[in-house]
C-alpha cells in the first residue's frame, strides 16, 4: 500500500503545554485512519498542523508526499476538511456554499456545477439546495460540508469530530455516507473523534492518543484482542470492597471507576456464578452485572487507567485550572 | 483575479439579502441630513457657505455613509472568524492577499453603493446633479474613501478577538474621523487651532473631493485631496494587508 500520510515526531508546544508529543505514524492510501482521544488529548491540533492551519514546533510530516513546512499551497490542494465546528456561510445558500468552494479551488465552471449537482445528490440535499444554510439542521450542515470538502476531488479527507452533537439516528446516517466514500471514491480519510463506536465502526486502523502522545495503534481487533478474554462490568454501591472479596487466579485485572467495578478474565461464563456467590456471601449488594467482550473503552482503558469519560472530566478541570492561574 | 472575484461575489450576495441592514446603514446619515439640514437651513448663515446648509451638508453625509458602511464591512471578518468561515478560506489554496483584496473591494462596493442611494435620497431634498463629469468625480472619491475604510477596518478586525471592541473603535476612532472632517461645517469657520488636526483627517480630503464633485466648489484644492485620499488608501489597504496576512483562527 502506497503511503498517504507520513508523519515524523511531529510536536506542538504552546508555551509550556505540550498539545502534540513527538508522535509518528503512516497511513496508508485509501485508509480510514482514527485519532481517538478525550478532549484536549491533542487530535485536532494534530489536524491543524497537518492541513497547514498551524506551524508545528519541531517535527516533520508529509501529505501525498507533499511536505506540510515547504508547500503548503501543495498540501491544500490535496485534502479537503471538515472541521470541527460549523465553518459554513449561513446567509447563502447550500449551493452558493459549494460554488464558492469550487471558485476557490479554481475548478471550472462546467465541472464545478456537474460535481455540486452530484456531491448534493450524495448527500441528499439537492432538494434544498436554494434555502439558506440558516434554515439547515444540525446533520443537514453536517452532510453539506462533507459535501463540500469533496467538491475539489481532495486525495486526503480530514474529518474532525464529524458526528459531534447530532443524534444517533443522523450519525448512524453519516457513519454509512463515509463508508460508501471510502470505498467508491478510494480517497484517504484521517478522523478524530471520541465516541468508541464510531472509531470501532470506521477505522481500518486507530491511534488512541492521550497527553498528546500515541499509547497505542492498531486496528481495533487487534485493539481489542490485547486485552484478551472478556470483560465483567459490576455496578455496585460498595465498589471498594469488591477486588479483595473476588481475588483469585483466573482474573487478570480488576480495577473500580466510580460506581464500576471492571473485571478482566477469561472464559467470563464459566466464573460468573462464582463471582456473583462470592459478592453475596460478602453482603456487597450488586446493582448490575455484565459480560462483554473487550471494547475499544476497555482498551482505552487498559492502557490510560481511565475511562475516557474521567479523561474528558479531567481535561475540563485541567483547562479550569489553566484559565485560574492565567487570571492571577 | 478570480479569487478576489469570488470574495467580491459573496459580499454582493450577502450584502444584497441583508435589506435590514441596508436600511440601518442609510438611516441614520438621513435622518441628520434632514434635521440638521431643515433644522439649521435658516440659522446658518449661507453667505460663507455660498449654498443653503442643507445642501453643502449632502456631501458630508454621503461620506459618513460611506465611511461607517466600509468600516463595518471590513470589521464583519470579526464575524466570520467566529462564525468559522473565515477558516474555509484561509485552507484553501488561496494567498491571504486575495482574501483580503477581495474582501476589500466587496466592502467598498457596499459602501459606494450606500452612498449612491444616499445622493439619490438627497435629490428629493433639492440636490441637482447636473454635471455628469462632477458626478463621477464625487463617485470617484467615494470608491477611495470606501477601500481605504474598509482596508482600515480588516486591520482592525485582523487584531481583534471579538466584537467586544467594536463600540469602543466607532466611537473613539471612527466617530471623530467623521466630526473633525468637515462633513458638518465648512473648515474656514473653525477655529485657528482646530484646523490643523481637521487637516490632519484623512477623510477631510474625501469630503471635499466628493463636493467639489457635486457642488463645484470645494476649500481644499481637489487634486490635493484626490492625491491625499488615494495615497491613504493605499497605504490602509498595505497595512490591512499586512495585519490579515499574520490574522489566526
Given amino acids: 500500500m502506497t503511503t498517504a500520510i507520513h508523519v515524523d515526531t511531529l510536536t506542538k508546544r504552546f508555551g509550556d503545554l505540550t498539545a502534540v508529543d513527538t508522535i509518528s505514524f503512516d497511513i496508508g492510501q485509501g485508509e480510514i485512519f482514527g485519532l481517538l482521544g478525550p478532549n484536549g488529548a491533542g487530535k485536532t491540533t494534530t489536524l491543524a498542523m497537518l492541513s497547514t492551519m498551524l506551524e508545528p514546533t519541531s517535527g516533520t510530516a508529509e501529505v501525498m508526499g507533499i511536505d506540510i513546512k515547504k508547500d503548503q499551497d501543495g498540501v491544500r490542494k490535496a485534502i479537503g476538511i471538515v472541521f470541527q465546528d460549523q465553518s459554513l456561510d449561513e446567509e447563502l445558500t447550500a449551493w452558493e456554499n459549494m460554488d464558492f468552494h469550487g471558485r476557490l479551488y479554481r475548478l471550472k465552471k462546467e465541472t464545478r456545477e456537474q460535481r455540486i449537482d452530484e456531491l448534493l445528490k450524495l448527500v441528499e440535499l439537492s432538494d434544498r439546495k436554494n434555502d439558506i444554510v440558516k434554515t439547515f439542521s444540525g446533520g443537514m450542515r453536517r452532510r453539506l460540508e462533507i459535501a463540500r470538502g469533496l467538491l475539489h476531488h481532495p486525495q486526503v479527507l480530514f474529518l474532525d469530530e464529524p458526528t459531534l452533537g447530532l443524534d444517533p439516528q443522523t450519525r448512524n446516517h453519516l457513519w454509512q455516507y463515509i463508508e460508501t466514500l471510502a470505498k467508491e471514491k478510494n480517497i484517504t480519510i484521517i478522523l478524530t473523534t471520541h465516541y468508541m463506536e464510531e472509531a470501532d465502526r470506521l477505522c481500518n486502523r486507530i491511534a488512541i492518543i492521550d497527553h498528546g502522545k500515541i499509547i497505542a495503534l492498531d486496528t481495533p481487533a487487534k485493539l481489542k484482542d490485547s486485552i484478551g478474554g472478556d470483560v465483567v462490568t459490576i455496578q455496585s454501591p460498595q465498589t471498594e470492597k469488591i477486588a479483595a472479596a473476588l481475588a483469585a487466579p483466573w482474573i487478570n485485572r480488576i480495577e473500580s471507576h466510580g460506581e464500576d467495578v471492571i473485571i478482566s478474565l477469561e472464559n467470563a461464563e464459566q466464573h460468573i456464578s462464582t463471582i456473583v456467590t462470592r459478592l453475596n456471601e460478602e453482603k456487597i449488594p450488586i446493582t448490575s452485572i455484565s459480560v462483554h467482550k473487550p471494547t475499544l473503552e476497555d482498551v482505552f482503558l487498559s492502557f490510560t487507567g481511565k475511562t475516557i469519560r474521567e479523561r474528558d472530566a479531567d481535561s475540563r478541570e485541567a483547562m479550569r485550572m489553566h484559565f485560574r492561574m492565567m487570571r492571577h | ?249
Fill in chain 2, 1 to 249: 483575479m478570480e479569487i478576489i472575484y469570488t470574495i467580491w461575489l459573496r459580499s454582493m450576495k450577502r450584502f444584497v439579502r441583508s435589506k435590514s441592514r441596508i436600511v440601518g446603514s442609510i438611516a441614520m446619515p438621513l435622518f441628520l441630513l434632514v434635521f440638521l439640514g431643515f433644522g439649521l437651513n435658516s440659522v446658518v448663515s449661507t453667505t460663507s457657505l455660498g449654498q443653503e446648509y442643507i445642501l453643502f451638508l449632502v456631501p458630508g453625509m454621503v461620506a459618513m455613509s460611506v465611511l461607517f458602511t466600509s468600516v463595518f464591512s471590513g470589521i464583519q471578518i470579526i464575524w466570520d472568524k467566529q462564525f468559522g468561515f473565515l477558516k474555509e478560506t484561509l485552507v484553501a489554496p488561496v494567498t491571504r492577499l486575495e482574501i483580503m483584496l477581495g474582501q476589500t473591494a466587496g466592502g467598498a462596493t457596499t459602501a459606494v453603493i450606500q452612498g449612491i442611494i444616499l445622493m439619490v435620497l438627497a435629490v428629493l431634498l433639492g440636490l441637482k446633479i447636473t454635471n455628469p463629469v462632477g458626478f463621477c468625480i464625487a463617485l470617484g472619491f467615494m470608491v477611495l474613501v470606501g477601500i481605504a475604510f474598509t482596508a482600515f477596518g480588516i486591520a482592525i478586525a485582523s487584531r481583534m478577538e471579538d466584537m467586544t471592541g467594536f463600540q469602543l473603535i466607532m466611537n473613539f476612532v471612527i466617530f471623530p474621523i467623521f466630526g473633525l472632517s468637515g462633513a458638518l461645517f465648512p473648515i474656514s469657520s473653525l477655529p485657528a487651532w482646530l484646523v490643523p488636526i481637521t487637516l490632519l483627517d484623512p477623510l477631510t480630503y474625501g469630503v471635499e473631493g466628493i463636493r467639489y464633485g457635486l457642488s463645484g466648489v470645494s476649500q481644499i484644492n481637489p487634486v490635493v485631496c484626490a492625491a491625499v485620499i488615494a495615497g491613504f488608501a493605499v497605504a490602509m489597504t498595505a497595512i490591512g494587508a499586512y495585519l490579515f496576512r499574520k490574522i489566526s483562527v
